[in-house]
């Protein structure tokens, strides 16, 4: 593979890249440099909704391409203020912030939670608990807040006031939400940290003795958030109104673009000036996910909460399957193989899958049809058995 050679020789050594040069797609077919067919269960983790080049997402952006493709945060775009709009009025949150990626929604909802309690209560309340597992970005602070001492090596010294919990544990995190907290950051199903969904009653609680605290409630919704869980963001599932929503991953359908949602409390703690990004918000990213947005309606909500069960049943109980969890269309299987060489067989036999610590993790394009989803399983379950 020339691709492969040139990468190796050129790209910084960050990724551990399977045996596939993509070329093209369509839906949740992807075709290799190799002309093999590949059917995709990653959508470049969770991020291709609509699966590879879907003609009215391609459309909507192309449209906008045409127009204008970016002009600075200095000026006012379509786009970006619909996006908005549409975000606030699916959510009952109140006020955005556009970014270009998870890692910087979530920088964005950290500054806001220090800056709402520098301004109401002074210094010396900026801890931020966050669980054991999650994840939240690789920056320095969202690396701060990732609660995986694995990717901590090295990069010493962190930010400080980030304490980590273990999930679904409400004794640990009643005797962390001391005087000093100002935000506790959850995934309501922890995505990279092997697809743990949190209880209901744990979330609950939280939800509970955060608000009776005046602590901010954040929610990182960069993985489970835009259906992929079987709701617009999960945690509507979860009953509950957070203070801080962040996304990312699927919310432009596969272009660049990140939005911290913020509730009452928080909406004008930011003042201009006070935070930035000079590509947040562009409008070809903008028009993408306003498509995506738009296209999330009750009807497809519940094809992704049935596609969801589906895969399930089609899962359960096989051979070598220990274990399925997560939500809607984001699925963990537990398995005594390495998840590693599952992905690397399946690969082999013309299936893309995700791994997460243990486990194989399935996130396909929620547009999957049924007969391309069962043929993808076949497969998966061949290589699980052997
Ligand atoms: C992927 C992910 C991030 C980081 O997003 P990037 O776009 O890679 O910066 C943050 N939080 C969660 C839950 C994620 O899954």
């Not at 701060?144 to 901590?152: I, K």
């Not at 069960?309 to 299987?333: F, K, N, Q």
């Not at 690969?347 to 486990?359: M, S």
Request: proline share 3%; with cysteine.
């Amino acid at each position: 593979m020339r691709t492969k050679a040139k990468d190796q020789h050129y790209i910084a050594n960050t990724y551990v890249r399977h045996e596939l040069a993509a070329e093209e797609g369509k839906g949740a077919e992807i075709l290799g440099e190799d002309g093999k067919q590949y059917i995709d269960l990653g959508s470049g983790i969770g991020v291709n909704l609509f699966g590879t080049a879907d003609p009215l997402w391609t459309k909507a952006v192309t449209d906008q391409l045409h127009k204008i493709q970016h002009i600075s945060n200095y000026y006012y775009t379509q786009p970006q203020t619909d996006l908005a709009q549409m975000l606030c009025q699916k959510t009952g949150l109140e006020k955005v912030f556009f970014s270009n990626s998870g890692a910087e929604a979530n920088e964005c909802a950290i500054k806001c939670a220090r800056k709402y309690a520098f301004d109401r209560y002074g210094q010396g309340r900026s801890v931020i608990i966050t669980l054991e597992q999650s994840f939240h970005g690789r920056t320095m602070a969202t690396l701060s807040a990732t609660g995986q001492e694995s990717m901590h090596d090295a990069f010493f010294p962190f930010l400080p006031d980030f304490v980590h919990v273990p999930p679904n544990d409400l004794s640990a995190m009643e005797a962390a939400l001391q005087g000093n907290v100002c935000a506790v950051m959850l995934e309501l199903v922890q995505g990279e940290g092997g697809v743990v969904v949190l209880d209901q009653e744990y979330v609950t609680a939280v939800t509970q003795l955060c608000a009776e605290k005046d602590i901010l409630l954040i929610i990182d919704e960069v993985q489970t958030g835009n259906g992929r869980t079987g709701s617009l963001y999960a945690f509507m599932q979860y009953g509950i109104l957070p203070d801080l929503v962040t996304t990312a991953k699927g919310l432009g359908g596969g272009l660049p673009i990140g939005a911290t949602l913020m509730g009452e409390k928080v909406k004008d703690v930011f003042s201009a000036g006070s935070h930035g990004s000079t590509f947040g918000g562009n409008p070809v990213c903008a028009a993408g996910a306003v498509n995506v947005l738009s296209r999330l309606d009750e009807v497809f909500l519940a094809e992704v909460v049935r596609k969801g069960e589906l895969l399930r049943a089609t899962l359960h109980g096989a051979p070598g399957i220990h274990g399925i969890s997560g939500l809607g269309m984001m699925i963990g299987i537990h398995t005594t193989k390495d998840p590693r060489d599952v992905a690397a067989q399946c690969l082999n036999k013309g299936v893309l899958v995700l791994t997460a610590k243990e486990k194989v993790r399935l996130l396909p394009p929620l547009t999957i049809t049924d007969a391309e989803l069962l043929r993808a399983l076949d497969i998966l379950k061949g290589v699980l058995a052997s």
